[in-house]
Structure formats: C-alpha cells, structure tokens
C-alpha cells in the first residue's frame, strides 16, 4: 500500500490534519518525503511520541531516473510506504506523481488521505466558477511571455465562464501582480489568497479595477491566484 499523506500549510495549523493520517503513517516503514527534516518535524508536530527514527527515509530527488530506481526496488520489498510532500497534497502541485505513475503500473494500491489543499480552498472561499476551472501552475517568467499568456488566460476565462488558477514563485509574486493588473481588463475579477490556513490568511476577491487601488504587498509570501473575466 501506497499512501500519500498530506502535511499542513501553515506550522501553526496542526488542526487542518485529520487524527487517521498519523494512523495510516504507523502503519508504514519506508518515507519518501520531499525534505526529510521538514517531513520529520511534521510528524513530530502531530504526535510528539511518534519514533521517527524507525522509518526508513528517502528523499524524492529532482533526478527522477535515480529516484524511480530507488522506488522500484523498495517496491518489490511489499511494505507499506508514505509519500509526504513539503506542504499540502502529494502529486497536486508537489513533487510525487512521478512515483505514484509507477506504482499505478506496478499495481500497487494507492490510498489518498485528506488534508488541506491551498489550489481547492482559494477557489471555494472565491466565489468563482467552482464548475469548470483550470489549475495552470507557474506562469512564464519572461516579461513579454507573460503578458501575452495573462491576456490567453483571461480570454479562455471569458469564452468558457471558467475560473483560471496559478501561482508564481514567492519572492516574484508582486511582479506577477503587477504585471496582471497592468494587462487585465478592469472589469476582470481577480481572487488574491494568501497565507491560506494560517492565522493572517487573507482570501479577497475583486475586480481588477478595485485591485489597482489596492496597495498590497506579496513577497515572499504563499499566494495562490484565481482569474475569471
């Protein structure tokens, strides 16, 4: 069995990560975690007994011919193993598909368990089309690739009355902002989420036009972007 452990968002929000989640990882011997000491801190945030030293720990490399060796291996070993990813789900915006596409194939079960998703809790508290909505990842850091990928975004947006989702490396956010308000229409709907679980989340959504009256700082701070025209 393969179970993919979600860990929480916000170090503070230890109650976003339901009791059956620490049962499921007794229930292991082998950790892939995208960083080990974060994915042993977590664990250890959530049951101070627990003997984190008894798992077998690998990490989930960026080399993944070298990775997927390793999990091949422990595969054919028939243990029960965890995937734990730096914040929120294994394989949704994080490191993990990888190994669970090879796990599919090997025929191994997979049990996903719940906890928090930073991409599904924006768009619930947005008010946008939970319907028909689309999660795009990173948008191109070329300025002129940009530009021209916000304006294909928000044209998709308004032909199909769906929500678009995307998120920018932290330290990049204002520039992304900026570049969204200098590029969308004023009548665009923009949903800024920031900090989501934590105790100065902040979940707003506004048109365009109101945004440009907004002073708001991003930097460095975990933001996930929703557009809908």
Same mark, same amino acid.
């Given at each position: 069995?393969?179970?993919?452990?979600?860990?929480?968002?916000?170090?503070?929000?230890?109650?976003?990560?339901?009791?059956?989640?620490?049962?499921?990882?007794?229930?292991?011997?082998?950790?892939?975690?995208e960083n080990e000491r974060t994915?042993?801190?977590?664990?250890?945030?959530?049951?101070?007994?627990?003997?984190?030293?008894?798992?077998?720990?690998?990490?989930?490399?960026?080399?993944?011919?070298?990775?997927?060796?390793?999990?091949?291996?422990?595969?054919?070993?028939?243990?029960?193993?965890?995937?734990?990813?730096?914040?929120?789900?294994?394989?949704?915006?994080?490191?993990?598909?990888?190994?669970?596409?090879? !796990?599919? @194939?090997?025929? =191994?079960? %997979?049990?996903?368990?719940?906890?928090?998703? /930073? #991409?599904?809790?924006?768009?619930?508290?947005?008010?946008?089309?939970?319907?028909?909505?689309?999660?795009?990842?990173?948008?191109?850091?070329?300025?002129?690739?940009?530009?021209?990928?916000?304006?294909?975004?928000?044209?998709?947006?308004?032909?199909?009355?769906?929500?678009q989702i995307f998120i920018e490396?932290?330290?990049?956010?204002?520039?992304?902002?900026?570049?969204?308000?200098?590029?969308?229409?004023? !009548?665009? @709907?923009?949903? =800024?989420? %920031?900090?989501?679980?934590?105790?100065?989340? /902040? #979940?707003?959504?506004?048109?365009?036009?109101?945004?440009?009256?907004?002073?708001?700082?991003?930097?460095?701070?975990?933001?996930?972007?929703?557009?809908?025209?």
């Amino acid at each position: 069995m393969i179970y993919l452990i979600p860990s929480f968002l916000s170090e503070n929000a230890i109650q976003t990560i339901p009791l059956y989640v620490m049962q499921a990882v007794q229930e292991c011997t082998i950790i892939f975690a995208e960083n080990e000491r974060t994915a042993r801190r977590f664990l250890k945030s959530m049951d101070k007994a627990i003997d984190i030293n008894r798992f077998e720990w690998h990490t989930i490399e960026k080399d993944e011919t070298t990775m997927l060796e390793t999990f091949r291996a422990k595969l054919r070993e028939n243990k029960n193993m965890a995937i734990i990813s730096e914040a929120g789900c294994p394989g949704v915006a994080d490191p993990g598909q990888a190994m669970i596409a090879e !796990a599919q @194939r090997a025929g =191994i079960s %997979i049990k996903p368990l719940v906890g928090p998703n /930073s #991409i599904l809790l924006a768009l619930m508290a947005s008010g946008m089309n939970g319907q028909h909505f689309c999660f795009l990842g990173y948008l191109p850091i070329d300025h002129a690739e940009k530009i021209k990928k916000i304006k294909s975004i928000e044209e998709a947006s308004f032909k199909n009355k769906s929500t678009q989702i995307f998120i920018e490396t932290p330290y990049r956010n204002n520039q992304l902002l900026q570049s969204i308000l200098q590029t969308a229409k004023s !009548a665009t @709907r923009l949903c =800024i989420a %920031i900090n989501i679980t934590a105790e100065n989340e /902040s #979940i707003r959504t506004m048109t365009i036009n109101d945004w440009r009256k907004e002073e708001i700082d991003l930097h460095k701070k975990p933001v996930i972007f929703l557009l809908q025209a």
